[in-house]
């Protein structure tokens, strides 16, 4: 079965924000909880209004829209999952001449939340589901 074939009063349960990459397309009511770019602006004290959501999660990544993005001087904040190349596209936007931070946010809002920063020049390892951060945001990298 499919999500959409559900029975009227079945219930469907998902974490974070339903419109910002969840289930917020299928009827019926939507109660919403924080979102993973709400919690990663807020640990980064990064505006909201500075950063472009993408999600690749579950989909195919389009680099050019990302630096397209980058070089128009907005920040980045991508959903990714094991498929995503951070380091590929790291390395795209180091010769396109745009050297940016790069913060790396796994398990936000849970006890094993952690946080790694770096650079488009030495990004912080990412693998599995994980928010990332990418612009001009002047954060120290984790050591």
């Known amino acids: 079965r499919t999500l959409r074939e559900l029975p009227p009063e079945a219930v469907v349960l998902s974490t974070g924000d339903p419109m910002l990459s969840g289930l917020g397309y299928l009827d019926g009511e939507v109660v919403p909880g924080i979102s993973s770019m709400q919690v990663a602006c807020a640990r980064l004290k990064v505006s909201q209004l500075k950063v472009i959501p993408i999600t690749v999660h ?6 050019e829209l990302i630096l397209e993005e980058v070089a128009r001087g907005k920040g980045i904040f991508l959903l990714v999952d094991d498929s995503t190349d951070l380091l590929g596209l790291c390395r795209l936007l180091e010769e396109r001449g745009l050297s940016r931070d790069v913060a790396v946010l796994t398990d936000l809002g849970y006890p094993e939340e952690e946080i790694r920063k770096g650079t488009t020049s030495n ?20 050591p």
């Open 58 to 63: 579950g989909r195919s990544m389009d680099p």
């Open 123 to 142: 990004p912080p390892p990412s693998k599995g589901l994980a928010s990332i951060m990418i612009g001009d945001f002047d954060f120290k990298p984790t």
